[in-house]
């Protein structure tokens, strides 16, 4: 049995050496557009709930007395995100990362396409936590996914590209809401913005079969090392043909977690001390992120200056900030130390929420074009960060755990945003959610050295 066990180790050892010696992205390069069409998906429906919110109001014959039953669908949204983070996230460690990524994606088509049909406050709570289920796992999947998949040198870089095909969905979602009409309060052209969402989760899931399981996740398991190695032999072919031969396979210590629920590992240390870390940076951050994402454009609306009929726009101009942040971030996430950039991103968002809450239309324009700025350059080097914090058995559950809890200040923020800005002023609203993101980055440098640094090195 000793000697049984030996041999498995050594061939997990061996399958880890031969993934950190491949130099580049080892699948085809068409994947990471499959990959970043999820993401996109995923900052669509952020966006869209936020703007849909005003139209919604109208039709539900909700006053601005009772906007918090509607704020409380957006907050029971990012509840469902925890659970299905967590919940999810938990079964890719046990069952892989391919099954959970195509039950994320039923899940959030479902979601939107009930989001389109409600009819009542009830029913789109409903379907805001379907939806929530299915998004706060996918982000979880896809930012550990390509992270066992990319190389050390580059890991940053490639996960920012899937990025970049998703934070368009952000940055669009305000072009195709005007476009339609969401800003036309008592027309139809909310519905039709979920119904867009839910098309384009329909796309991403379909496409998803084609991509394949972890190597790393099935090499911690003793009977899928076969499988295993035959995944990573087409991406050694894929890899040879682009850079020539590969170097030999440098077998390292690598710990063989023993088969037990992958949540347990968390709570050992170095995990413990690092749950805490990244818990408490994304829970502050989130703060801030679905306040600004879930509720300026209605706080903007209610307002009532000169301003508020433009709600929409000034986001809409502002969300060009999205893909340019993601952009800079293709250039220095795996240049410096990543925990460094994080922290970077974070002054750019309390520049831009301090701007923001001035409240006039250039304060407006130029401040929601640096929150989005911040949030491109933030979002993926975060996911990266966190999902290369913990070991391979237990990734996917570690950052599950991690950003369920941290989701719980997005509901935090998406409630306390509204009560700051109708107790104190816009101002102070804005401030505070700016300060809460600042925070964020200077906890994040209390976490561990990632850049260029191979998974196994980061996890250890």
């Not at 580049?24 to 669509?44: H, Q, R």
């Not at 396409?113 to 789109?124: E, K």
């Not at 027309?187 to 867009?196: A, D, K, N, Q, S």
Request: hydrophobic share 50%.
């Amino acid at each position: 049995m000793a000697s049984e066990n030996t041999s498995y180790e050594d061939s997990v050892r061996q399958v880890i050496a031969r993934i950190n010696r491949i130099p580049t992205w080892s699948l085809p390069s068409f994947f990471l557009a499959i990959i970043g069409l999820g993401y996109f998906f995923t900052f669509y429906d952020i966006s869209d709930i936020g703007l849909a919110m005003p139209a919604i109001a109208h039709q539900f014959n909700i006053s601005p007395t009772g906007f918090t039953s509607l704020f409380l669908a957006l907050a029971i949204g990012l509840i469902g995100y925890a659970i299905g983070s967590y919940v999810i996230g938990s079964m890719a460690d046990v069952t892989g990362r391919f099954r959970s990524m195509i039950l994320t994606m039923g899940l959030t088509a479902l979601g939107s396409f009930g989001d389109a049909l409600s009819v009542n406050i009830p029913m789109l709570v409903v379907f805001r936590f379907i939806t929530g289920l299915g998004l706060g796992a996918d982000l979880n999947l896809v930012s550990s996914y390509v992270s066992e998949f990319a190389p050390s040198q580059s890991r940053g870089r490639i996960t920012v590209y899937t990025f970049i095909v998703g934070i368009l969905g952000q940055a669009v979602t305000p072009f195709i809401a005007l476009g339609i009409g969401v800003n036309v309060i008592t027309g139809p052209g909310w519905r039709y913005l979920f119904v867009i969402g839910g098309i384009i989760a329909v796309i991403a899931l379909a496409l998803r079969f084609e991509l394949p399981e972890s190597p790393r996740w099935l090499a911690m398991r003793k009977k899928d090392i076969k499988a295993a190695e035959k995944v990573l032999q087409d991406m050694e072919k894929l890899a040879e043909s682009k850079v020539g031969k590969l170097p030999e396979p440098q077998p390292q210590d690598v710990v063989v977690y023993e088969n037990k629920f992958p949540t347990a590992y968390l709570f050992k240390k170095p995990y413990s001390t690092r749950l805490g870390i990244l818990v408490a940076m994304w829970f502050l951050w989130y703060i801030g992120n679905y306040g600004f994402l879930g509720d300026a454009a209605t706080l903007i609306s209610n307002l009532n200056t000169s301003v508020s009929p433009n709600a929409i726009l000034f986001i809409a101009i502002g969300a060009i900030g999205y893909p340019v942040g993601a952009i800079i971030m293709v250039f220095l996430s795996d240049r410096f130390e990543r925990k460094f950039v994080i922290f970077g991103d974070t002054v750019v968002w309390l520049i831009g929420m301090v701007i923001f809450s001035s409240a006039t239309a250039p304060g407006l324009f130029v401040g929601s074009f640096l929150a989005s700025l911040a949030l491109g350059m933030y979002l993926q080097v975060a996911y990266t960060f966190t999902a290369e914090s913990y070991p391979t058995r237990a990734r996917t559950s570690g950052f599950a755990l991690t950003d369920g809890i941290g989701h719980g200040g997005g509901a935090l923020g998406a409630l306390l945003l509204p009560v700051l800005v109708s107790t104190y002023s816009f101002s102070t609203g804005f401030i505070f959610i700016g300060v809460t993101g600042f925070i964020a980055g200077l906890i994040a440098i209390a976490g561990p050295v990632a850049s260029k640094q191979a998974l196994e090195a980061v996890s250890a």
